[in-house]
């Protein structure tokens, strides 16, 4: 992994979605560069080199691997991975490796997407209180386009999507609600649904603002500098 601040053209995080008590390391290139991430932690953004690397995730203070991957990143542009499971195969490891566009926003608006990595094992959509969204079927491991809406206080439902609803599940109400909720202008947040729908870990909404409004890079600056 290249140190010079130059090679900086992309930025990666990851978001620990696996739902356990564990604590995990993760190395990027061989390099430890986060220590006990725990289930719904975010590392911070790594500024990388576009090209290829290797992520390694291991129990904590332990060498062994538990999973590998290889990403290839793509110059200005920013990542989050996902550390969960594949499809229906909760026991074993998996990194999802997602692009965040960069969505421009006009006036005082703000973008918002949901993504989809619980065990539920049906699609999702978003909704207001109101009135439904036009974010709906949702797969797990899948992003929806972002939402635009004026910057407001506002309160989401996750919900099963309508057309999978059954007589035993129509009346179940929301998976996960985030209550009131102030979206701020111009940023994009992504709203990430996990869990088992457990007791010990139960559907949750983690809320999060993405890299574009997180970090404040102008990619297209610095292609023409």
Known sequence: MANSKNNAV???RLFNARPTKDAFDLYLDDKQVYSYLLYEDFTKYYPLPSGKHILKITYHHQIEPLYEKKINLQRHQIYTGVLAHKYKEPENF?????????KKLEGLHLGIRLLHFSQHEGTLCLSTPEAP????RIR?????????REANAYTLNIEQSPEELTSDTETSGPLAILRNQKFKPGRLYSIFFIGEGTAQFPYKAILSIDGYSYLKIDFESKSTS
């Open 94 to 102: 998996h990194i999802f490796c997602l692009e965040e566009p960069n």
């Open 10 to 12: 992309c930025y990666f």
């Open 133 to 136: 969204l036009p974010i709906r």
């Open 140 to 148: 797990y491991g899948q992003a929806s386009s972002y939402l635009v």
